[in-house]
C-alpha cells in the first residue's frame, strides 16, 4: 500500500512544474489527497488538498491563483499543477492521503509518499 509521487526537478522562477501522485494497492478514490510541503528544519505545511470526490479544494495562500490540484480516481492519481513558481517554494513535496472531506490538516493523513524534490532558482 503506497504512495509514489514525480514530476520534481529544478525549474528557473515564473516556470512550471507537475507533480504527480500515484496509488497503488488500494483504491485513491476513498480518500481525500493532500499535497504538503517541508524544508528542513522548518513546519510541515498543507499547500492543498482536494476531497475524495474532487469536489472541494483548498489551497494555502502562499500559492492561491498559481497552483491547481486535480484528480483523477480512474486513473488512481492526483495532479499539483505548479505555475509561476517563485523561490520560496523550494521543498519537498509529499503527497498523503486522508479523510475523504478533504481537510487539510496533515495530522489526519494516514498514508504518505517519499517526496520529490522541487528547486525554484535560476
Known amino acids: 500500500l503506497q504512495l509514489v509521487e514525480s514530476g520534481g526537478g529544478l525549474v528557473q522562477p515564473g516556470g512550471s512544474l507537475r507533480l504527480s501522485c500515484v496509488a497503488s494497492g488500494f483504491p485513491l478514490e476513498s480518500y481525500g489527497i493532500g499535497w504538503f510541503r517541508q524544508v528542513q528544519g522548518k513546519e510541515r505545511e498543507g499547500v492543498s488538498c482536494i476531497s475524495a470526490s474532487g469536489a472541494t479544494k483548498t489551497y494555502a495562500d502562499s500559492v492561491k491563483g498559481r497552483f491547481t490540484i486535480s484528480r483523477i480516481n480512474s486513473k488512481n492519481t492526483v495532479y499539483l499543477q505548479m505555475d509561476s513558481l517563485k523561490p520560496e517554494d523550494t521543498s519537498i513535496y509529499y503527497c498523503?492521503?486522508?479523510?475523504?472531506?478533504?481537510?487539510?490538516?496533515?495530522?489526519?493523513?494516514?498514508?504518505w509518499g517519499q517526496g520529490t524534490q522541487v528547486t525554484v532558482s535560476s
Open positions: 498523503a492521503a486522508g479523510p475523504m472531506t478533504g481537510r487539510c490538516d496533515s495530522q489526519l493523513y494516514v498514508r
